[in-house]
C-alpha cells in the first residue's frame, strides 16, 4: 500500500446501518447493523450472497435511497440516516451493472456530460481532457460511435470515463463486468487497475466474483444472507500495482481459500433459504 | 428450369409481389365483371376504375388528368396536415411534461383518460355546432384524434425509460431541465414517432368521416358524391389514392424518424 | 381505506371538479364559440333520464352487437391470417404487398362500397367494423410471431417438439400478448367506425341517436351521447383488457 499515493477525500464510514424494505409491508430486513470503514482512496470489494445487502449500500452512499437506522459518514460529514439523505452527486459516481451509457449520444458527449452539465467545463475544454483521456487508455477511435454499436467491454470502459472525468471523491461500480468473458475481464482489470494506480481514489467494487475481488482490492468486505451483516474483512496485502502473475502466488492462494470458505458458508445458507436470484 | 421456377417462386421477393397483386386484381376482375355473381357484378372492375382514374375526360369530372382531383386531395392533405401538426405539437409537449413532473400529472391524467375513450368522431355534431364553421369542425375532430394517440404514446415513451438513465444523470450533477433535455425527451423519441405513425393514421381516418359528415370538397367528400351520383368507378380510384396519400405520410414520418434517431439506425448488429 | 385517498387520487378527484366547475364558467361567462356549449346540468338531467329509458339501452344493445360481430369476426378471419403470414415467408410474400396496399385506405372510404355490395344495412355495417379491426390484428401478430424469439424455436425442436407442437404450444402462446395489443387498439378504432358508419348510414345505435340529438338542435343530449360511447368504448376495452389477464396468467402486471 505504501506504493500508491496517499488520497485524503473520500473516507467513508458506514455505522449500524439498518435497512428494511417496505417496513409495514412485506418487511424485508435486507441489512441488520452493518459497520465497516473505508480509508480514503481504499479499493473495497464488497462479496456476498445475491439479495439487496450490497446495493443497499450502494444506493444509500449515492443518494437514490435511504437507510431505515444508523448513520453514513463521507469525510466526517453525515450523508446518510433516517432523517438525512444526501441527494446524488458528481462527487459520488456510479457505474451501474448493466451500463447506463446515454444510448442517443455518441462516446465523447456521454463524457463530457457531466462537466458540461454541472457548469465546471466549457464544451471545448471538455471535449480536450475527454480525448486526451481516451487516448492514454487506448480508445481514441471510438468518439463518434454510439454506444451501442460498441462491444460491452468499451462501453464498460467508457462509463469508467464519464464517471472519473468529474473527479469524484468515491466511485461505485456495481457489478461492472458481470457478463464479460474472462478475457475482456481481464482487459478490464488491467484498465481498472491502471486508472486506481495512477489517480487513487476511493472504490466502492460490488461483485460474486472472488477471483476479481481478491485481484483488486485492499479490502475484500464479505457479508452474510439477509438480513445482511459483516462475515468478515479481509485485508489484501499483495503488492501494487496488482499484475495477473501474482494470481499464481502462495499469498494469493491463501487469501483465496480464506474468503471462499467465508462466503461458502454462507452462500450454503443462502441456498437453502431459497434464495431467488435478484439479477 | 424447374428449379429455376422454384427458386423464383421462393424467394424473390419483388416477384412474389407482384404475382401476389396480379392474383389479387384478376380476382377482383373475375368476380366483378366475368361471373356475372349478383352481388358483385355492382361493384365496378379494375379495368373500368383505370380507365376513370387515368382518363382525361373522365365521367366523374375526377381523374389524374382533372385540376379537381388535386383540388380534392389539396383540400384534404391541407386538414390533415394543419390538425396532424397542431396535435403533435400540444400532443408531445402535454405528454413529455406529464411524465416528467408528477403533480402535473396527477392533475391531467384523469381528465385525459376520461375524454380520451370519447371517440373522435362522436366529437363532430358537438363540433360542428359550437365551432366556427365547418373547417374547423372538420381540422377539430381530427386534430382530437391524432392527440389522444400523441399523448398516450408520448407517456409511454417516458414511463419506458430505464430508471438507471435517470439516476446516472442525476449522479452526474443533472438539474431537472437537463434531465429533461437529455434523458427524457430523447429517451422517448421510439415511442413517440411509433405514436406519430398511429396518430397520422387516425388522422386521415377521422378527416375522411368528418369530409363525408358536414364537409365541403376534399377526398372523403368526393367519395361520397361519387357515390350518390352512382360514379363507383371514382369511389374507388379516390379509395386508393387516399390509400397512397396515408402510406406516404407514414413513410415520411418513419423517414424522419430515422434521422433523429441515428443511433437506433447504428446498433450492432442492426 | 387510507392507501386509496392519497394525495394522487386527491389531486385527480380535484382536477375533475375544477374541469366542470370550468365548464359551467365558460357557458354562464358566455365565452364566444364555447358559449353555446350546454350547462353541465343540463346534460345530467337529460343523461338521467335517457338511462331510465328503453330506447337508450335499446341503442347501447344495437352498437354492441355491431361491434362484437365485426370485431369477432375480424379476428376469428385475420389473427390465422396473421400467423399464417407470420410463418411462411412464402405466403407472406404473395400476400403482403396487397395487404399494405389495401391498408392505408381509412375504413370509413369504404362506406359506399360496402352499402353498394351488402344486401343489407346492417351486414354493411358489420362489415366496416370489421375492416377496422381486421387491418390492425393482422399487422400485430405479424409482429407478435416475428418476436418470438429463435432460441425459444431451437429449443422446443431439440426437446422433440414436432412442427404442429412448434405452433400450438410456442407460435400461438408466444403470440398472445401481440394478439392483446392487436386487439386492443383494434377494439378502439372499431368504436371510431362504427360511431361513424351510424352518423352516416345507420338505423338505432348510438352513433345515430348522437346525429339525431345533433339534427334536433338537441346539444345536451349531444353530449350524453359522447359520454355514453366513451363509457361503452372504456366497458368493452376494459372487457378486453380482462379477458388478456385471464388469458396469459404468466405475464407480470405491473
Known amino acids: 500500500m505504501a506504493t500508491i499515493k496517499q488520497k485524503t477525500q473520500g473516507a467513508i464510514s458506514i455505522r449500524n446501518v439498518t435497512k428494511i424494505y417496505d417496513p409495514e409491508g412485506v418487511h424485508v430486513v435486507a441489512m441488520q447493523d452493518c459497520s465497516f470503514e473505508i480509508a480514503a482512496g481504499e479499493f473495497a470489494v464488497i462479496v456476498g450472497p445475491s439479495g439487496c445487502g450490497k446495493t443497499t449500500l450502494l444506493n444509500a452512499i449515492a443518494g437514490f435511497d435511504n437507510i431505515t437506522s444508523g448513520e453514513i459518514y463521507l469525510d466526517g460529514e453525515l450523508i446518510s440516516s433516517p432523517q438525512k439523505q444526501i441527494k446524488p452527486a458528481a462527487d459520488r459516481m456510479v457505474v451501474f451493472q448493466n451500463g447506463a451509457l446515454f444510448p442517443w449520444k455518441t462516446v465523447i458527449e456521454n463524457i463530457i456530460y457531466g462537466p458540461v452539465v454541472q457548469g465546471r467545463m466549457k464544451r471545448s475544454e471538455a471535449i480536450e481532457i475527454a480525448r486526451e483521456m481516451m487516448n492514454r487508455v487506448g480508445l481514441n477511435e471510438i468518439e463518434d460511435k454510439y454506444p451501442e454499436e460498441l462491444s460491452s467491454g468499451i462501453q464498460r470502459r467508457v462509463e469508467i470515463l464519464r464517471a472519473l472525468i468529474n473527479h469524484p471523491k468515491v466511485v461505485m461500480l456495481d457489478e461492472p463486468f458481470r457478463g464479460l468473458d474472462t478475457v475482456a475481464k481481464t482487459v478490464m482489470h488491467e484498465f481498472l487497475m491502471d486508472i486506481f494506480c495512477a489517480a487513487p481514489r476511493t472504490m466502492f467494487f460490488i461483485t460474486h466474483d472472488l477471483d476479481e475481488a481478491i485481484f483488486l482490492g485492499n479490502k475484500v468486505v464479505i457479508m452474510t444472507t439477509r438480513p445482511a451483516q459483516i462475515k468478515k474483512i479481509v485485508h489484501v496485502d499483495l503488492p501494487w500495482p496488482r499484475e495477473h502473475h501474482l494470481l499464481g502466488s502462495e499469498k494469493y492462494l491463501e487469501l483465496k481459500k480464506e474468503v471462499l470458505e467465508a462466503v461458502h458458508e454462507e452462500a450454503r445458507k443462502a441456498f437453502e433459504a431459497g434464495e431467488r436470484e435478484m439479477a | 428450369m424447374i428449379n429455376r421456377l422454384r427458386s423464383m417462386l421462393t424467394d424473390s421477393q419483388l416477384f412474389k409481389a407482384l404475382v401476389g397483386i396480379l392474383i389479387f386484381l384478376s380476382i377482383w376482375y373475375v368476380l366483378t365483371a366475368v361471373l356475372n355473381l349478383p352481388r358483385f357484378k355492382l361493384i365496378p372492375n379494375p379495368i373500368a376504375v383505370i380507365k376513370e382514374w387515368v382518363s382525361f375526360e373522365p365521367i366523374s369530372g375526377r381523374s389524374l388528368f382533372t385540376k379537381e382531383y388535386y383540388i380534392d386531395i389539396g383540400y384534404s392533405v391541407v386538414r390533415t396536415l394543419v390538425a396532424f401538426f397542431l396535435a403533435t405539437f400540444l400532443g408531445v409537449f402535454l405528454g413529455l411534461f406529464m411524465g416528467w413532473n408528477r403533480i402535473f400529472f396527477d392533475f391531467t391524467f384523469p381528465i385525459v383518460e376520461t375524454l380520451r375513450p370519447m371517440p373522435p368522431l362522436s366529437w363532430i355534431p358537438l363540433a360542428v355546432l359550437i365551432l366556427p364553421g365547418v373547417e374547423v369542425a372538420v381540422v377539430y375532430v381530427t386534430f382530437i384524434a391524432a392527440f389522444f394517440a400523441t399523448v398516450l404514446n408520448t407517456l409511454l415513451g417516458v414511463f419506458s425509460i430505464d430508471r438507471n438513465y435517470f439516476l446516472a444523470a442525476r449522479c452526474l450533477g443533472s438539474k431537472p431541465k437537463d434531465i429533461f433535455l437529455n434523458v427524457i425527451v430523447p429517451g422517448s423519441l421510439p415511442f413517440i414517432f411509433t405514436g406519430l405513425q398511429i396518430?397520422?393514421?387516425?388522422?386521415?381516418?377521422?378527416?375522411?368521416?368528418?369530409?363525408?359528415?358536414?364537409?365541403?370538397?376534399?377526398l372523403g367528400y368526393a367519395i361520397y358524391e361519387g357515390y350518390s351520383l352512382f360514379q363507383y368507378e371514382q369511389v374507388v380510384s379516390y379509395m386508393f389514392t387516399l390509400g397512397i396519400l396515408g402510406y406516404i405520410s407514414s413513410a415520411g414520418i418513419r423517414a424522419v424518424g430515422r434521422r433523429l434517431m441515428a443511433w437506433e439506425a447504428r446498433r450492432r448488429g442492426a | 381505506m387510507k392507501k386509496f385517498f392519497n394525495v394522487r387520487v386527491l389531486r385527480g378527484f380535484i382536477s375533475i371538479v375544477i374541469f366542470v366547475v370550468l365548464w359551467q364558467f365558460v357557458v354562464l361567462v358566455k365565452i364566444p364559440y364555447l358559449e353555446n356549449l350546454p350547462y353541465?346540468?343540463?346534460?345530467?338531467?337529460?343523461?338521467?333520464?335517457?338511462?331510465?329509458?328503453?330506447?337508450?339501452?335499446?341503442?347501447?344493445?344495437?352498437?354492441?352487437?355491431?361491434?362484437?360481430?365485426?370485431?369477432?369476426?375480424?379476428?376469428?378471419?385475420?389473427?390465422?391470417?396473421?400467423?399464417?403470414?407470420?410463418?411462411?415467408?412464402?405466403?407472406?410474400?404473395?400476400?403482403?404487398?396487397?395487404?399494405?396496399?389495401?391498408?392505408?385506405?381509412?375504413?370509413?372510404?369504404?362506406?359506399?362500397?360496402?352499402?353498394?355490395?351488402?344486401?343489407?344495412?346492417?351486414?354493411?355495417?358489420?362489415?366496416?367494423?370489421?375492416?377496422?379491426?381486421?387491418?390492425?390484428?393482422?399487422?400485430?401478430?405479424?409482429?407478435?410471431?416475428?418476436?418470438?424469439?429463435?432460441s425459444l424455436k431451437w429449443a422446443a425442436s431439440s426437446l422433440g417438439a414436432r412442427p404442429k407442437d412448434i405452433f400450438w404450444k410456442i407460435m400461438v402462446p408466444g403470440s398472445l400478448p401481440s394478439i392483446v395489443t392487436g386487439m386492443t387498439v383494434g377494439m378502439g378504432v372499431t368504436w371510431n367506425v362504427l360511431i361513424a358508419a351510424e352518423m352516416i348510414a345507420g338505423q338505432g345505435g348510438l352513433g345515430r341517436m348522437t346525429w339525431e340529438a345533433y339534427t334536433n338542435h338537441n346539444i345536451p343530449f349531444i353530449v350524453v351521447g359522447m359520454v355514453s360511447i366513451g363509457v361503452a368504448g372504456y366497458l368493452c376495452s376494459t372487457l378486453i383488457r380482462w379477458l388478456s389477464e385471464k388469458a396469459m396468467p404468466w405475464k407480470k402486471r405491473f
Not at chain 2, 205 to 217: D, K, T
Not at chain 3, 53 to 70: A, P, Q
Not at chain 3, 96 to 112: G, K, N, S, T
Open chain 3, 40 to 150: 353541465p346540468k343540463e346534460v345530467a338531467v337529460d343523461g338521467i333520464n335517457a338511462v331510465g329509458s328503453k330506447t337508450y339501452w335499446f341503442d347501447w344493445g344495437i352498437s354492441l352487437s355491431r361491434i362484437f360481430i365485426g370485431f369477432i369476426a375480424a379476428q376469428l378471419i385475420g389473427i390465422p391470417l396473421g400467423l399464417a403470414m407470420g410463418i411462411s415467408r412464402v405466403f407472406k410474400g404473395f400476400t403482403f404487398p396487397v395487404f399494405e396496399m389495401l391498408r392505408p385506405i381509412p375504413p370509413i372510404a369504404w362506406i359506399p362500397l360496402a352499402i353498394l355490395f351488402w344486401p343489407t344495412r346492417e351486414l354493411s355495417i358489420y362489415f366496416l367494423v370489421f375492416i377496422g379491426a381486421f387491418f390492425i390484428i393482422v399487422i400485430n401478430v405479424l409482429q407478435g410471431v416475428s418476436n418470438i424469439s429463435v
Open chain 2, 199 to 218: 396518430a397520422m393514421g387516425v388522422s386521415w381516418m377521422s378527416l375522411v368521416a368528418g369530409e363525408i359528415i358536414s364537409g365541403q370538397r376534399g
